[in-house]
């Protein structure tokens, strides 16, 4: 019997904002030659690297709500706490220039141009984010964040399996994504009811997490109402199952997430 891959912690960030229409949800398609999720529409984020775990200068970047409170949500240690916020602040920097940060608690940066350097050395792993947030002068706006949901990879998984907290935001003010990132192949505002209507025709793919959160971001018009939901923050943790050589996944709304495929 094959042994499962051992979980590595993960962060995922719904960027949201108010459109003409309603409200919107920025989304990306991972590139066909990822190792994971390949060619899978998904929100920011990525796996925690050890550097979010130790402050940069010896200093504690960060106004908002202190790692013990996002430890009592995410059911996890202070320390994996705050390097789960770092990952989400960080990555959302790396894959879409938009910056959760400002000088102080009370600002926080209106245009991220220039930080396009610091942006990319960040990505290429020449400078820790912690760093970078030194070097800038910044602080991390955790304030800005809010936990929207828990998602842990199938034991089936033998290669790759994430604990992945997802965090929504609203885009800072001033701020515009970009999809300048070599991880996705194309990234667009899309209302979440337009992108499970294209899931359903077939133009998109999405795993069971995305679609969860699509769904429930669906509901709502407005960021000041999505991002006030009352939301589940238990894990949910899929099975991988066989049935007659076909291959499911199984989770509580698993009937409603297959009856969205084409």
């Not at 910044?138 to 399996?161: C, F, H, K, Q, S």
């Amino acid at each position: 019997m094959s042994t499962p891959a051992a979980l590595r912690d993960a962060s995922t960030v719904l960027l949201l904002r108010d459109g003409s229409a309603g409200l919107e949800v920025f989304l990306q398609r991972r590139v066909g030659r990822m190792a994971f999720a390949a060619g899978m529409t998904v929100f920011p984020g990525g796996g925690v690297d050890p550097s979010d775990r130790t402050p940069a200068d010896g200093k504690d970047r960060w106004v908002g709500p202190a790692p013990s409170w996002w430890a009592e949500k995410f059911e996890t240690d202070d320390g994996t706490a705050r390097a789960l916020v770092l990952a989400a602040v960080r990555e959302t920097f790396e894959e879409c220039g938009v910056l959760f940060a400002g000088s102080d608690a009370e600002s926080v940066v209106a245009d991220t141009a220039e930080y396009a350097e610091g942006r990319r050395a960040v990505e290429r792993h020449d400078v820790a984010f912690g760093a970078f947030l030194a070097d800038a002068s910044l602080v991390v706006r955790a304030d800005l964040l809010t936990p929207y949901a828990r998602w842990i990879t199938p034991e089936g998984e033998t290669t790759r399996r994430y604990d992945t907290r997802f965090f929504a935001a609203a885009v800072p003010s001033g701020q515009r994504p970009d999809g300048e990132t070599s991880e996705a192949s194309d990234a667009s505002w899309v209302r979440p009811s337009v992108a499970l209507e294209e899931l359903r025709r077939g133009e998109r793919v999405m795993l069971p997490p995305t679609w969860a959160c699509l769904r429930q971001l669906a509901a709502h018009d407005t960021v000041e109402s999505a991002m006030s939901d009352t939301v589940d923050l238990a894990p949910v943790c899929p099975r991988v199952t066989t049935t007659d050589g076909a291959v499911r996944v199984d989770f509580a709304d698993a009937g409603a997430y297959y009856a969205d495929l084409p």
